[in-house]
């Protein structure tokens, strides 16, 4: 009997392992990542997911079994047994989350690390930069493609140091690095583009930093995420990712075409405030005017 | 103890006494519970409107800024008027003194001021709705809140949370004084009920914590009104410091808000399972480590600002730390189920429906307390569901059992069972329906706070509106079977749960100063099965 019960109890852990890794690999829960970061943090992610999993699995299956088992009886009206307490039972419950929590923080500092470019993601692409830290960065450094942001009420536009180009449209080139410098000019804005997996305010009276470097072609959202007003949820912009061959012409067409007035369409900023003119304020319209359409 | 209870005479009716200036904490208690509801109602008006606008990607059916203005009263009220009056002041005032063989609270009129501060405070909070609503969200984060259209209404906002505040720092006070001073002679600290521990550490929170909010706010006041530059950057200030003083109080909010809950939760969970809480003392301690914990954890709302990486990860172990002492809660009580004699009275689905659900928070809130992970998640839909998991699955949950389980002790009269389990369901169905999917919406990419979103998750928005269509009728068979019963439902005895604490060994309702007579010693509140009792 009580060797029954031990292989019962072997068997029932090892299925809820199997499934809290099943889930962890095969969750899908997030965007296709398109990050160097994204993909250190998906790592993480899943580990966490799986445990969360294999957790849920664990407390909601003993609740229901307690459920199923531990009815009362019609007319049964005697207690049950009066047992309130066991020693090892509950150092055993104390410890191993200790353990589990201390291991996943040490895990989410070194991936911390790596995402904000503490630490090197991949030895063979990028040196590593022991001593630069998230808000005081080095300037100009090699191969980085740097990007200055500014947030408004409620538009991003990107400016390109060292070229003339101005855009409503964030480009930036496959496999290198990035680093967006980031200004608010109002009130408190936050830039994050799901796929990558990173997100930072950008804070009216300081600058703020965001490094990461794109590992897939395509056009991903860019999404502000900290209250900033009515259109808040308007707020979008786009980034394209573009080979690097592609990212320096589209720099070029744009240097030419700020050269002779066009103006740049911010997008889908644009069209927002085009379908409720009545609700933005004038000076707003005006901001946008003077910041994209020299 | 106090002896001074005002005295009614019998030409004047007994329900009057709840509008009135009275002294006995079971009245203030009520009085807090019933006020607490009907804002909880408005409330939810709010997020029915929030939901139906949601229910399309369009900006269509509200206006984007009234929009704003609802969430953010919704927040405001649900937080602030719902459940923190509700858990302190109504489950607080009424139990506490009856859990420990008190005549009454400390300072009785303390206590019925502290009360009457909430209506005006309430109203103040609604009013500013009209006035041009505070449309900042309940975090009211600088500069949108001085450079705001809506000054007026975020200046009433300011003074109804002040206001409510200094409520809670004088309810506090009171609740320390009584569970130290107060309690029979003869029951020591190890010899209360759960709940008092619980009780007494929430007020240790409430009582460090509220008054850097007040600071806070009073500041930014200054900033709005009178031209100062505490938090706004046009001036040289720093809107980062505002956040800092503000989760250095609405973080241990959270813990006001669910530390009187997880009580109730050990109090049901023995009574309907006929067992005693198991690890009594690792249940009292682990309240206590989550008071510490819950003072040291706030910059975890701050991981995606202008934080320093070693704050950031400093706030990492230390909110993956408070999963440790809520673990050994979630453990003991499972544990009391273990081999216990359930019976499945509306408490005690509530009470149930609060552990499954609780864990599922829970477990969120580890992975946001991971800095990377949260630098994804961030004010998105996944932190919309998981507070919503804690707050309603946990808090609202923990209300309604008790609500159900203190209900004969309260009115003396029983509720009735089988509409209360139709509430049950309908709530557990329709806040799963409502909430789960929120998870998947945030991960995905959608942000929180906004009227309009990408047509990809128009889906999952429909159903969460239809989850909270069913949460919204659900209240219907709960109030119904509340109102006819407290007035015609069956007569209840002194104690129809045959529960061991200290309330249920007097009358129900209780005679004014709780007892006729000396109250009895208990001292050890959860016997169930041991033969000393019985």
Not at chain 2, 462 to 488: H, Q
Not at chain 2, 505 to 522: A, D, F, K, M, Q
Request: net charge neutral.
């Amino acid at each position: 009997m009580k060797a029954q019960r031990i292989v019962s109890i072997v068997v029932l852990v090892g299925l809820i392992i199997s499934a809290a890794v099943w889930y962890g690999i095969n969750n899908h829960l997030l965007p296709e990542a398109a990050g160097l970061e994204a993909e250190a943090y998906d790592r993480l992610f899943n580990t966490m997911v799986g445990i969360a999993f294999g957790v849920f699995l664990l407390i909601e299956g003993l609740l229901v079994f307690a459920i199923l088992v531990f009815q009362r009886r019609p007319g049964d009206e005697e207690d049950g047994p009066g047992i309130g307490e066991n020693l090892r039972l509950e150092i055993l419950w104390t410890a191993i989350p200790i353990v589990t929590v201390l291991w996943l923080s040490i895990y989410s500092t070194l991936v911390y690390n790596r995402m904000v470019g503490k630490e090197p993601l991949t030895i063979a692409h990028h040196h590593a930069h022991p001593h630069t830290t998230y808000v005081a960065m080095t300037e100009g450094e090699e191969g980085v493609t740097e990007v200055d942001v500014t947030a408004m009420q409620f538009a991003w536009i990107f400016t390109y140091p060292g070229t003339e180009v101005t855009s409503g449209e964030l480009h930036v080139p496959l496999g290198k690095k990035v680093r967006l410098n980031m200004q608010a000019m109002d009130v408190i804005h936050a830039f994050w583009v799901p796929e990558l997996r990173l997100k930072q305010d950008a804070i009216p009276g300081m600058t703020t930093h965001l490094e990461f470097t794109p590992t897939r072609l395509g056009t991903f959202n860019i999404v502000c995420t900290e209250l900033c007003g009515a259109y808040h949820g308007g707020m979008r912009a786009e980034m394209v990712v573009d080979t690097p061959a592609d990212y320096q012409k589209w720099l070029a067409e744009q240097a030419v075409a700020q050269k002779q007035g066009k103006a740049i369409a911010i997008k889908p900023g644009e069209e927002f405030f085009a379908s409720i003119p009545h609700h933005v304020p004038a000076h707003i319209h005006h901001v946008i005017n003077e910041e994209l359409v020299r | 103890m106090t002896t001074a209870v005002t005295s009614y005479s019998a030409s004047r009716p007994e329900w009057l006494k709840y509008f009135s200036f009275c002294i006995d904490h079971k009245v203030i208690g009520i009085q807090y519970i019933v006020t607490s509801f009907l804002f909880y109602l408005i409330g939810g008006a709010l997020a029915g409107l929030v939901r139906a606008e949601l229910t399309t990607p369009e900006p269509d059916l509200l206006d984007p800024s009234l929009y704003n203005g609802m969430f953010t009263l919704h927040g405001t009220i649900m937080i602030f008027l719902w459940i923190v009056p509700a858990v302190t002041g109504g489950f607080g005032n009424y139990l506490v003194p009856l859990m420990i063989g008190a005549r009454d609270m400390a300072f009785p009129r303390l206590n019925a001021l502290a009360f009457w501060m909430t209506i005006p405070a309430g109203l103040l909070l609604i009013a500013s709705f009209f006035v041009g609503p505070a449309s900042t969200g309940w975090t009211a984060y600088p500069p949108l809140s001085i450079l705001t259209d809506q000054k007026a209404g975020q200046v009433l906002w300011i003074l109804s949370i002040i206001m409510i505040g200094t409520s809670s720092i004088l309810a506090a006070v009171n609740f320390i004084t009584t569970i130290l001073k107060m309690r029979r002679p003869g029951m020591g600290l190890f010899h209360m009920p759960l709940f008092c521990w619980a009780m007494l550490a929430t007020s240790v929170l409430a009582l460090l914590a509220t008054p850097v909010l007040a600071g806070a706010l009073i500041l930014l006041l200054f900033d709005i009104c009178f031209g100062t530059v505490f938090f706004n950057p046009a001036g040289g200030g720093d809107p980062v410091v505002y956040q800092h003083l503000f989760w250095f109080y609405s973080h241990p909010a959270v813990y006001v808000m669910i530390l009187p809950v997880f009580g109730i939760i050990s109090e049901i969970l023995p009574v309907h399972a006929r067992k005693p809480i198991f690890g009594y003392k690792a249940i009292a301690y682990s309240s206590m480590m989550i008071c510490c914990l819950g003072l040291l954890v706030w910059a975890h709302h701050m991981f995606t600002s202008a934080t320093p990486d070693w704050l950031r990860i400093f706030f990492t172990v230390g909110t993956l730390l408070v999963a440790v002492p809520t673990g050994i809660k979630v453990f003991s009580w499972i544990a009391t189920l273990w081999r216990g004699k359930i019976h499945f009275r509306s408490s005690m689905l509530f009470a149930l429906g609060f552990v499954s659900l609780f864990v599922m928070g829970g477990l969120a809130g580890v992975m946001l307390g991971s800095a990377p992970i949260d630098l994804h998640v961030h004010d998105t839909y996944f932190v919309v569901a998981h507070f919503h998991y804690v707050l309603f699955g946990g808090s609202v949950f923990g209300i309604y059992a008790g609500l159900y389980h203190w209900f004969p002790k309260m009115t003396g009269r029983m509720y009735n069972e089988f509409w209360g389990r139709v509430h049950f369901f309908l709530t557990y169905i329709g806040f799963n329906l409502c909430f789960f999917p929120m998870h998947i919406l945030g991960l995905q990419g959608m942000p929180r706070r906004v009227a309009q979103y990408d047509p990809q998750f128009t889906s999952l928005n429909v159903i969460c509106s239809i989850g909270a269509l069913i949460l919204a009728l659900s209240t219907i068979p709960f109030l119904v079977n509340m109102i006819y019963s407290w007035t015609r439902g069956e007569r209840a005895s002194g104690n129809p749960w045959r529960a061991l604490t200290l309330e249920w060994t007097t009358l129900s309702p209780p005679p004014t100063e709780n007892w006729h007579g000396e109250p009895p010693l208990v001292t050890e509140p959860y016997a169930y099965g041991i033969s000393s009792h019985s």
